[in-house]
């Protein structure tokens, strides 16, 4: 029988993040590297100042509840927790996710729950939430029009909702994606369960279409894209190579295919891009 895209999003996490969180820690996302990517820094440092900057570039000066859409194992949400004397909720398609970001939560003394949840269908009252903060979850999502949806509805009127998430190169009618550029994303889909990812001016129409106000983006390609050849390099390890013969035939596929990505940056069809908006106060 197929498995569904949420099964093979949950399988994929529930026998990856264990050996992600020995080899690299609690941040299941890329590293900062300075705007240019030139700088050079320790991995875990890197993915802590991804978060800082991404909240500088926000202008999120406070924050008393979080939703972090698309957890992992907890990383982003103890961090703003901490950070802001917030109160955090995760949500996680992966139970073994929500149960170690609680672990985490819990030793690190900060306020924060862990849901498995679907992010198409949260469940939380309209209006709840004064950050909605997802960080390379957007990808992963079948309808991003729905998507937003919900995190446009869980938002507090203004409230500021930031998206960082993987994206393919912007097109035109006279330059859409060629066959080699289909062939690519089409491996890399495969490989982490993704629907598909769009453009960045794609998820700026839909923000507009949805009524979010102040809609900013940016494209950070260039500062996080040595994050991959770190990643590599860290593969290589001897604990990574036990840890991926624990881990199973899916988890190794995925870092035999950690070049797909490194390859997509350095021709630019593979973008990091950033959205951040407000909800209008009624």
């Not at 999120?60 to 992992?72: E, F, K, R, Y």
């Not at 949500?91 to 992010?119: C, G, H, M, W």
């Not at 979010?212 to 894209?225: G, H, L, M, P």
């Not at 199973?248 to 990505?261: D, K, P, R, V, Y």
Request: proline fraction near 4%; glycine fraction near 8%; charge should be negative.
């Amino acid at each position: 029988m197929t498995l569904s895209l949420q099964e093979r999003i949950r399988q994929f996490y529930d026998q990856s993040s264990n050996l992600w969180e020995q080899v690299w820690g609690e941040h299941m996302h890329h590293g900062y590297y300075g705007a240019d990517g030139t700088q050079t820094k320790d991995r875990r440092q890197a993915q802590i100042d991804l978060i800082e900057e991404l909240i500088r570039w926000a202008g999120v000066q406070s924050a008393s509840q979080i939703v972090d859409v698309g957890c992992g194992i907890g990383g982003s949400s103890v961090y703003l927790a901490e950070k802001f004397g917030a109160r955090a909720t995760g949500i996680t398609l992966s139970p073994v996710q929500a149960a170690r970001a609680k672990e985490r939560a819990a030793t690190a003394k900060v306020n924060a729950e862990f849901l498995v949840a679907d992010a198409l269908q949260m469940p939380f009252p309209d209006n709840t939430f004064d950050l909605v903060w997802s960080l390379e979850s957007g990808e992963h999502m079948p309808d991003k029009t729905q998507f937003l949806r919900e995190c446009y509805r869980v938002l507090k009127p203004g409230g500021t909702f930031i998206l960082a998430t993987w994206c393919h190169r912007s097109t035109t009618p006279n330059t859409p994606l060629t066959p080699d550029e289909h062939q690519l994303l089409n491996k890399i889909y495969q490989v982490y369960c993704l629907p598909g990812v769009i453009s960045l001016p794609e998820y700026e129409q839909i923000a507009m279409s949805l009524s979010f106000q102040t809609i900013r983006t940016a494209d950070w390609s260039a500062a996080v894209a040595p994050f991959w050849d770190v990643v590599i390099g860290s593969a290589l390890t001897p604990q990574a190579v036990v840890g991926l013969l624990r881990a199973g035939w899916t988890t190794i596929q995925a870092a035999l295919s950690l070049g797909l990505m490194q390859r997509g940056y350095r021709s630019g069809l593979i973008r990091f891009g950033l959205l951040c908006a407000t909800k209008q106060e009624s």
